[in-house]
């Protein structure tokens, strides 16, 4: 037996020494593994700071409204965590192994920190748009307390002041406290703010007491100065009186709604008396305000009040009015071929239920009246130019809809608008032109169904088989069926387009293809029998005993042999199925002639064979016996 090979590694992992120590250290570590696990399980109780998702927890806590108390506890709470972490040892000893965990306290710490920050950013959020308000609030009600009292439009706007102000006072005065306070939390907290926001904070009480002090300066101010503007009220109310009597004289005598008037007109006189009606009411309410400011009894003014739901009826009909006028006049600018019919139909729906939206009451005003007929009339114009947009509109169309609407249409010019549409008496010759659009549409798809059958014909080729060892002297007969038979489904459709009573404009196309396609398949259909014929009387002249007895035949057969090689030699230089048979007359002469030569040449054959009295067997031979004729074999 071979000896084993001993290593260097064989001979230290026997070694009894060394297997001694391996047992003892793997003892060591079994021993101590329960010990380790036991340590690290101290810092479990810290598992939170890093298996819980900070965006979804702070999102959790902001749900429950929580208070700044709320915040400012849970910033204690990892302040608390910090601190005992960083009181953990820094190593813990387990037998022979010695674990440091000073790398953990700082990853834990970092964590607690983050947590910390987290909750600072929220209270800064907050309380930094909490604080905002109210800044916004002090400055506006300060500039309006800050105007100068002029006349009685200052007064209103202090005295607006003044009441906003007593109805925010108790909020502002709640609001401003928890803001300084949570500010004074985030800097306890050594949570950093941008010190512009610290600053901002330290302002707001000051801002909030100069506020009130510079209230009740305007305050006094009011009430020094209430006589002289009283007086003045009273004066003003005087001629406010007069002005609005005037203007309802005029409104009765010329205004929106007067009997008689075009709504156009309507339309104008409507924004002139607004005008005016804005200024009055905008006084009317200053008197108001004064009235109630100085204690006095408040004036009616009821034709005020019903000129005013006069004025807002009108405007939403003469709105809508002059709104479907642009539209609709702005469409006739669009040109012809950007015309979106789509995009104007759905305008027209939309208007349609704005009208059917408006009160009752206006819906006998003249305004109302023009404006439905106008969208009524455009929305019926919309299917005819639906129609004529079609892409099947030729130029003879435009032509036959201008002989029938005595209106010229230039569609090839560039500023052709639908303005030059419209401006044709469409709807009264709407089912003309219907008549005109359907057939433009029934054309396209004849000269798209004629375009086809000239596309297959322009692929057709014919296909040569082999006679003998002569050359391609023959048409392949499976394959000129299946031509012909072609050429039966392209007459059906071409039989179906003469019947249409659309094809006016292709009838000359239609007729010619017709007798191109009758012409060639009896072209076919003759070349074939001629072919049939050849190649029967081909075995009997060629070489053969008999063409020495009938020398005159065999000669005329030499004659009908060469033609048809020049024939067939003709059809390989033009493979294309029609052009080789009607392209000229040279298949329609030849081919009748030389089957009247070869029925020449059969004739004298079977006399020939009678007189002989051949066996029945060769007596019977016939153009059939050799194959099926449209076979090519």
């Given at each position: 037996e071979k000896k084993a090979v001993r290593t260097y590694f064989t001979n230290i992992h026997s070694?009894?020494?060394?297997?001694?120590?391996?047992?003892?250290?793997?003892?060591s570590i079994n021993v101590g593994k329960q010990s380790i696990v036991q340590a690290l399980d101290a810092y479990l109780v810290y598992e939170d700071l890093w298996k819980k998702d900070k965006e979804e927890a702070m999102k959790e806590f902001l749900e429950t409204d929580p208070r700044l108390g709320d915040f400012e506890s849970e910033i204690l709470r990892y302040d608390r965590l910090e601190e005992e972490i960083s009181e953990q040892p820094q190593s813990t000893d387990v037998g022979s192994i010695s674990l440091y965990s000073s790398e953990l306290k700082h990853a834990l710490v970092s964590e607690c920190r983050a947590w910390k920050s987290l909750h600072g950013h929220?209270?800064?959020?907050?309380?930094?748009?909490?604080?905002?308000?109210?800044?916004?609030?002090?400055?506006?009600?300060?500039?309006?307390?800050?105007?100068?009292?002029?006349d009685l439009d200052d007064v209103r706007t202090a005295m607006g002041a003044l009441k906003e102000m007593r109805e925010e006072e108790i909020r502002i005065d709640m609001s401003i406290g928890p803001v300084e306070e949570a500010y004074a939390m985030l800097n306890k907290h050594g949570i950093n703010v941008v010190q512009e926001e610290v600053e901002r904070c330290d302002s707001l009480r000051y801002k909030w007491e100069r506020l009130k002090e510079q209230a009740?300066?305007?305050?006094?101010?009011?009430?020094?100065?209430?006589?002289?503007?009283?007086?003045?009220?009273?004066?003003?109310?005087?001629?406010?009186?007069?002005?609005?009597?005037?203007?309802?004289?005029?409104?009765?005598?010329?205004?929106?709604?007067?009997?008689?008037i075009a709504p156009r007109e309507a339309s104008e006189r409507l924004q002139t008396f607004q005008v005016r009606f804005n200024d009055l009411w905008r006084k009317?309410?200053?008197?108001?305000?004064?009235?109630?400011?100085?204690?006095?009894?408040?004036?009616?003014?009821?034709?005020?009040q019903r000129i005013r739901k006069e004025l807002n009826l009108l405007s939403k009909l003469y709105g809508l009015y002059n709104t479907v006028n642009d539209t609709i006049d702005g469409y006739y600018d669009i040109p012809w071929l950007d015309v979106d019919i789509e995009k104007i139909n759905n305008d027209l729906i939309d208007f349609q239920n704005r009208c059917r939206k408006l009160p009752k009451a206006l819906r006998e005003w003249q305004a109302f009246l023009d404006l439905k007929q106008k969208i009524d009339d455009f929305n019926e114009t919309c299917p005819l130019l639906e129609m004529m947009a079609n892409k099947a509109m030729k130029t003879r169309h435009w032509d036959r809809i201008a002989d029938v609407t005595k209106h010229p249409f230039d569609i090839d010019a560039e500023n052709f608008q639908l303005r030059n549409i419209m401006e044709a008496p469409l709807l009264e010759h709407k089912e003309d032109i219907e008549d005109i659009c359907i057939a433009a549409v029934k054309e396209k798809d004849i000269d798209a169904k004629l375009k086809q059958v000239v596309l297959d014909w322009a692929t057709q080729e014919l296909a040569f088989g082999s006679f003998k060892s002569r050359g391609e002297l023959l048409l392949k007969g499976d394959h000129m069926g299946e031509i012909i038979t072609l050429m039966e489904d392209s007459l059906m459709v071409l039989s179906s387009l003469m019947s249409n009573r659309y094809n006016a404009p292709f009838k000359k196309d239609i007729q010619l293809w017709v007798q191109k396609l009758t012409n060639s398949t009896d072209i076919i259909e003759n070349w074939l029998q001629v072919q049939n014929l050849w190649v029967y009387l081909e075995a009997v002249f060629v070489g053969g005993d008999i063409a020495k007895q009938l020398p005159k035949e065999a000669k005329r057969f030499q004659g009908i042999d060469?033609?048809?090689?020049?024939?067939?030699?003709r059809s390989h230089e033009n493979i294309n199925v029609v052009q080789c048979c009607v392209g000229d007359e040279t298949m329609g002469q030849l081919l009748p002639h030389l089957l009247e030569q070869l029925e020449l040449c059969q004739k004298s054959l079977t006399g020939y064979l009678e007189k002989k009295r051949l066996p029945t067997f060769f007596l019977r031979l016939r153009p059939s016996a050799f194959g099926n004729p449209w076979s090519g074999q």
């Open positions: 070694n009894k020494d060394v297997v001694k120590m391996m047992s003892q250290l793997a003892t929220s209270v800064n959020v907050k309380f930094r748009t909490m604080m905002d308000e109210l800044l916004n609030l002090l400055d506006d009600i300060g500039k309006r307390l800050g105007r100068q009292v002029n009740r300066g305007v305050q006094q101010h009011l009430i020094d100065i209430q006589p002289r503007f009283k007086s003045d009220l009273l004066e003003k109310m005087e001629i406010y009186q007069k002005l609005t009597s005037d203007y309802y004289r005029d409104y009765a005598e010329g205004g929106p709604n007067v009997d008689g009317f309410n200053t008197y108001s305000d004064g009235e109630k400011l100085f204690g006095l009894a408040e004036t009616d003014y009821p034709d005020l060469k033609s048809w090689v020049k024939i067939m030699t």
